[in-house]
């Protein structure tokens, strides 16, 4: 997953179109020559025509990084160059990995003089993001820049120092709250809505699984469980988790709290068998973690996850 810092500005020192784009939930670009052009067919390779009108290396590199690197799962900084300060943060709102761009002949992005913005990526902006400056910013010529890892590190930092701040945490509060969202990382409001879509989908594309391979019925979404069947004259327990970003293990150390709590809080009654269905291959380690659980603690705890169009699990489950 990348990060960008991207500038929503008509031109040095023109229009700001970051209030557009915001009530919009999207992210926009133009430049003189492909402003009515539809990029999806082309590539930074393979140029669209009136590719050469655009004024400069940067104003092409911008364009090449907006229409066909951007991608689901990545992270963009809207930079505002009047006041240096990074004013907000989203993410594209298409499934990660896949190209963020799109085309829009009817955009509402409309500047009061000049082209209509038609290039556009459907943001999911956080709300709760709070704008602050920081102490540099680098190549101020791109509107759309990559970040290095130093900056996506220092952007983050001073984000979170800053929205704690607003809450009037005294100084020692704010470093311990860093600290502990640097080990549980926190999601934002935008990351949640997409880790929500993605769960919903994870849910329908089981149940159709297992129906069509299984022909067994699946009940999801009772009394906070995801899912749960019978087969044979067993009873499953299901619980789907989105490794956000590939991250596994934390979907594995967030899922094992629920699936505990759902076997034996009071006054439920466990199950014969829990699955827990990631939206990825789990790593060796977490295979191994969980292994180790089942054997140790004699948890009948199995992992499976999607892989293309259908579900792998442990070979020791048997459905």
């Known amino acids: 997953m990348a990060y960008w810092r991207m500038r ?6 023109g229009q700001d179109m970051w209030p557009l784009c915001r009530e919009h939930e999207v992210a926009a670009i133009t430049y003189n020559g492909v402003s009515n052009v539809d990029l999806r067919p082309y590539s930074g390779i393979n140029h669209p025509p009136g590719w050469d009108e655009i004024d400069g290396g940067a104003a092409k590199k911008s364009l090449t990084r907006f229409a066909w690197e951007i991608r689901g799962g990545d992270t963009v900084f809207v930079a505002d160059s009047k006041s240096h300060g990074i004013i907000a943060m989203g993410h594209p709102r298409v499934d990660i990995g896949t190209l963020a761009y799109r085309f829009d002949p009817g955009s509402p992005i409309i500047p009061d003089k000049g082209d209509v913005w038609r290039h556009l990526i459907d943001m999911d902006w956080d709300d709760a993001f ?3 400056r920081p102490e540099s910013i680098r190549a101020p010529q791109f509107t759309v820049l990559d970040m290095r890892q130093e900056e996506i590190e220092d952007f983050l930092r001073q984000s979170r120092r800053n929205e704690h701040r607003q809450s009037n945490l005294p100084e020692k509060e704010i470093r311990t ?28 594309q089981f149940a159709k699984w297992l129906q069509d391979t299984h022909q067994t019925e699946v009940i999801r979404e009772k009394q906070q469980i995801d899912a749960r069947f019978n087969s044979g004259n067993k009873t499953f327990l299901v619980e789907f988790k989105i490794a956000y970003q590939g991250n ?10 629920q699936i505990l709590e759902y076997n034996y809080y009071p006054p439920r009654t466990s199950h014969d068998h829990w699955l827990l269905v990631l939206d990825c291959a789990p790593y060796p380690d977490d ?7 089942r054997k140790t603690l004699r948890l009948p705890l199995f992992v499976g996850w999607k892989l293309g169009a259908i579900f792998e699990f442990d070979p020791s489950l048997k459905l």
């Open 130 to 132: 709070v704008p602050f």
């Open 287 to 293: 295979k191994k973690f969980l292994l180790q659980l």
């Open 8 to 13: 929503l500005r008509d031109g040095k020192g």
């Open 248 to 257: 596994t293990k934390r979907a594995v150390r967030e899922a094992l709290g």
């Open 177 to 204: 709250a860093i600290l502990l969202e640097d080990e549980y990382p926190r999601y934002t409001s935008a990351a949640l809505r997409l880790i929500q879509r993605k769960h919903a989908a994870l849910s329908n």
